[in-house]
């Protein structure tokens, strides 16, 4: 008898903590992920895949709700985390040509850098990071330049997505009426990833 108290003590206080465990509220910029190929989980189900997994993307949606974007929410000529709450992602399963310059496969965030006309693009080797706030250039891999177009519809949530091409594919980031594409091919030769350049104080 004694035993089978202490147990429903044991368990309705159990049952009290656990109710009293605030559960985290949804973050109104959802996360995301898009691959290259487009859809490969799916396709990976369904036995219909044709070619290996290349790229991927994780990043949070932010939504426009009546805001003005580019140019004020995103300032320009600030080094911008392509997204919401972490800063965007982007892992590359095979050696790539990101937009001309050569990127060995790993783990990397994305960052930008927006004008009205360009963008900067980043590809950074510090990862595992929170907005912009801690951005090092001395730890960027690559940068690219990529003209602006402007979307024929405005765009509530930033999408960043893939798409085909006739030789390789596009990395692209649509928000409001901007976009950008990035071309990315898959490299033929190895790429032998060059130690980062640090200036020294003497």
Known sequence: ???????????????????????????????????????????KIQDKITEPLIARVIYSRPQKSGRGVFGELVE???????????ATEIEF?????????????GRYTLYAI?????WT???????????????????DFVRVEVPVHRLP????????????????FNLSVAWEN???SIPITVSVKPIIKV???????N
Do not use: H
């Open 1 to 43: 008898m004694k035993y089978c108290f202490t147990l429903s003590i044991a368990m309705v206080l159990s049952f009290t903590t656990y109710c009293q465990t605030k559960l985290p509220p949804v973050d109104q910029s959802a996360m995301d992920m898009s691959y290259y190929p487009v859809d490969y989980p799916i396709l």
């Open 76 to 86: 320009y000529e600030k080094v911008w985390r392509v997204g919401a709450n972490e």
């Open 93 to 105: 399963f095979k050696d790539v040509i990101f937009d001309g310059k050569p990127v060995s496969k």
């Open 114 to 118: 927006p004008t009205l006309n360009n």
């Open 121 to 139: 693009v980043i590809i950074n080797t510090e990862t595992d990071t929170w907005g912009s706030f801690k951005y090092d250039s001395k730890k």
């Open 153 to 168: 519809e405005t765009s509530e949530v930033l999408s960043i997505y893939f798409s085909n091409k006739a030789v390789g």
């Open 178 to 180: 901007t976009g950008v």
């Open 195 to 201: 130690p980062l350049k640090v200036n020294k104080k």
